[in-house]
């Protein structure tokens, strides 16, 4: 089967680059940590507040393992709730619900999840 997507013009690039930046902005001025993860775990993408929980650079989180970066930064599950997991991150004295959101794969790529904490 032959891709019949054609190729962006420039404006259309930069249209599509404007856009992107847009909604980083938006997902980096909610206060909720939101997190995409890939279909085994790793992070793909994520918002400034979880930068800041972390206390690593975005681009150190990418990549690594959802479960294993929870324990690195001290978050204990404590319970868990008909729509969610319950967190205590003991260092700050903040609790957060966590909340699955997974999606299937299709056409244009792997399945995965996206990940809100809210405290």
């Not at 980083?24 to 993408?45: C, F, H, N, P, T």
């Not at 650079?57 to 868990?80: K, N």
């Not at 991150?89 to 299709?106: C, W």
């Amino acid at each position: 089967m032959s891709d019949s997507r054609q190729p962006m013009s420039p404006l259309q690039f930069r249209q599509v680059e404007i856009a992107k930046r847009e909604w980083e902005m938006a997902m980096d001025s909610v206060s909720e940590i939101v997190v995409l993860l890939d279909a085994s775990g790793r992070i793909r993408r994520c918002n400034r507040p979880l930068t800041l929980l972390a206390a690593r650079g975005y681009r150190e989180l990418l990549g690594m393992e959802w479960q294993v970066l929870l324990a690195a930064v001290g978050l204990r599950e404590i319970g868990q709730e008909q729509d969610g997991v319950e967190f205590f991150h003991p260092p700050s004295g903040r609790g957060f619900r966590a909340v699955t959101y997974p999606f299937a794969p299709d056409s244009e790529g792997p399945g995965g999840a996206v990940v809100t904490l809210r405290d």
